[in-house]
């Protein structure tokens, strides 16, 4: 089965509301990545997480490591964050990275 | 400046033609990647190096292969290319033990085999 579910496939918000996103893996991860991917363009690190909470300018991830799960909350959505939030976990050390299939978002102005 | 470039960005081929897809990274990372990325699939890895000659398979080896001679480079090879290689090829790159450090990733490029 999937080793990575990422909720909700899509979601579209007004300018200035809050995304939550969601990650559940079903495999021990050493480590936790959250990625955003532009339309039709490359993917960029947003944060590292793989366990607790961190911040980073509108962006807050939570991981709870023992139950195989991680958010990222995403305050003040703006139209610049329409894109796809993708989530994907380390197993086993090795360095590979196992992807979800990604949060698609639309932030209409 | 930090960036992992790929090449082509854009390719067309025809099944049965050999493929060669190249990248390139200057920051001397010893672990580069491929990965592959379709619509509702998410992004697939196809094999991992570790170092010059040191490559392993990831979860979706078959049909291809890959080169790495110099740390810099590492080549994705489709010899006799078939219809289901149609996707985005996307290659990345990390510095073994540097601690949360994310891959960095190319701009990606869209192969069609017709």
């Known amino acids: 089965g999937q080793q990575v579910q990422q909720s909700p496939s899509s979601l579209v918000l007004q300018e200035g509301e809050n995304a939550e996103l969601q990650c559940n893996f079903s495999?021990?991860?050493?480590?936790l990545q959250w990625f955003y991917q532009s339309p039709g363009g490359s993917l960029v690190s947003l944060l590292s997480?793989?366990?607790g909470t961190k911040h980073t300018g509108r962006l807050t991830s939570t991981t709870v490591t023992k139950e195989r799960r991680s958010s990222l909350h995403i305050s003040s959505s703006q139209t610049t964050d329409s894109g796809t939030y993708l989530c994907?976990?380390?197993?086993?050390?090795?360095?590979?990275?196992?992807f979800g299939t990604g949060t698609s978002l639309l932030v209409d102005p | 400046d930090m960036k992992v470039t790929q090449m082509p960005r854009y390719l067309i081929k025809r099944m049965g033609e050999n493929v060669l897809l190249e990248c390139g990274q200057d920051?001397?990372?010893?672990?580069m990647y491929w990965y592959r990325q379709d619509p509702g699939l998410g992004l697939q890895l196809i094999y991992i190096?570790?170092?010059?000659?040191?490559?392993s398979e990831g979860d979706i080896p078959k049909g291809y292969r890959v080169s790495r001679k110099k740390r810099e480079h590492f080549s994705l090879i489709l010899d006799s290319a078939k219809t289901n290689q149609t996707s985005v090829y996307f290659c990345?790159?990390?510095?073994?033990?540097?601690?949360?450090?994310?891959?960095?990733f190319g701009e990606g490029t869209r192969l069609s085999v017709l």
């Open positions: 990345a790159s990390s510095q073994q033990g540097e601690n949360n450090q994310a891959p960095l």
């Open positions: 495999s021990t991860a050493t480590q």
């Open positions: 997480n793989p366990s």
């Open positions: 994907a976990i380390e197993r086993n050390m090795g360095y590979k990275l196992t």
């Open positions: 920051m001397s990372h010893e672990t």
């Open positions: 190096s570790y170092d010059v000659d040191s490559n």
